[in-house]
């Protein structure tokens, strides 16, 4: 008797969505190549135009990743050496490696315990005289809460940059991520809601005198080629990245909405389990970047998936102020939510084309 093949489900399925589009990715690519103009140029402009319309903003500049578009964003507000920036230590290393990069000092808040989001109750009293800048992260495709972040930065004059990295298409209260804080920063690396096929990102505003900055910045610090105004960097989003985000963000409200059925029925399969699935605020339009649940149970649970074919991953295994490079300056803070969800939480596998006999599956393995 034959013996069953086992069934493999990955994190992410890059091939098939490349499948989906093909014929539209192929085309713009070869358009992109025989125009001979493949770093900024027509096509990205026509992307950041798009975006910056999408996004309900004035202006948006592409940049190489979205790391950049952080560093960028924050170099963009004068944010240097003495000064502190407050953000939330569950999240990828990158949002606090680009308060670092500026020379500033990054300050830890704890988290909510339901949305894994920056707590805003707790903000206040980290604010010093040394303070300028706020970066809340939209975790997973869920908007971070927003009107008391608003509400606290202008009271004490601070800048808000979102960190919406894993959150291309989500709402809050109505608006698009990005569009709330005096600056957005995105991610296009391909795993992302709206992913390229390589490194790119984004930066987006209302205020015209930052996004002049990042144009520059960008560019080696050239408002003109090979007259240097500024220190800047070589950050700028190629132009076969910006054809194929072109393509895909025709699709992205379309694909989040798919994203949103998935996770409803993983909701709905673990609704009689003792597992904690995610929540999703009255406010948020949540695009389930990551479908995370939380559990004790956690590394038993990873391990059976993953012995019956099963990829699962956690984001993330430590908070930054646990991390070598920054528990060596910040010795004894303890932030419980944050050191609490880095044991529990793990996400499962999805995306847009994820057959229902696939979650089936899962969820058989996990009951």
């Keep these: 008797m034959m013996k069953e093949k086992k069934i493999r489900i990955p994190m992410v399925d890059f091939k098939a969505q490349y499948i989906s589009i093909e014929k539209e990715i192929n085309a713009v690519i070869k358009e992109v190549l025989l125009s001979g103009q493949y770093i900024l140029g027509p096509v990205v402009k026509e992307f950041e135009e798009q975006v910056a319309a999408f996004c309900g903003v004035k202006y948006a500049m592409g940049v190489a990743s979205g790391s950049d578009a952080l560093i960028l964003a924050l170099r963009a507000l004068d944010i240097g050496p003495g000064d502190e920036v407050i953000t939330t230590p569950f999240t990828f290393v990158a949002t606090a490696h680009a308060i670092v990069h500026c020379g500033a000092k990054p300050v830890f808040v704890d988290i909510e315990p339901d949305t894994f989001n920056i707590n805003p109750d707790l903000i206040e ?35 808000v940059v979102e ?24 991610s296009f690396f391909p795993t992302k809601n709206l992913g390229c096929y390589g490194d790119g990102g984004m930066v987006v505003t209302d205020n015209t005198n930052i996004a002049e900055k990042v144009d520059i910045l960008r560019r080696q610090g050239c408002r003109e080629k090979y007259h240097a105004e500024m220190i800047g960097y070589n950050s700028r989003l190629d132009a076969i990245q910006a054809a194929i985000l072109k393509v895909k963000l025709k699709y992205i409200d379309e694909w989040n909405e798919k994203r949103r059925q998935v996770a409803h029925r993983y909701n709905k399969l673990l609704a009689n389990t003792s597992i904690k699935i995610p929540v999703e605020a009255t406010y948020a339009y949540h695009v389930y970047h990551q479908y995370t649940l939380r559990t004790s149970k956690r590394d038993e649970l990873r391990k059976l998936l993953s012995e019956n074919g099963i990829e699962s991953m956690i984001y993330y295994p430590a908070p930054l102020h646990k991390q070598k ?11 419980e939510e944050s050191e609490r969800a880095s044991r529990e939480v793990f996400s499962l596998p999805i995306n847009v084309l994820m057959e229902s006999r696939l979650q089936n599956r899962i969820i058989e393995i996990i009951n």
């Design 125 to 159: 009293p980290t604010i010093t005289k040394k303070t300028k800048a706020i970066i809340p992260v939209h975790l997973y495709g869920h908007p971070a809460n927003m009107d008391p972040i608003m509400g606290i930065a202008k009271a004490y004059n601070l800048y």
């Design 163 to 186: 960190d919406a990295a894993q959150a291309f298409g989500a709402r809050y209260n109505g608006r698009k991520v990005g569009s709330i804080g005096h600056v957005g920063c995105f």
């Design 325 to 335: 490079v920054y528990a060596s300056f910040l010795p004894k803070l303890v932030l």
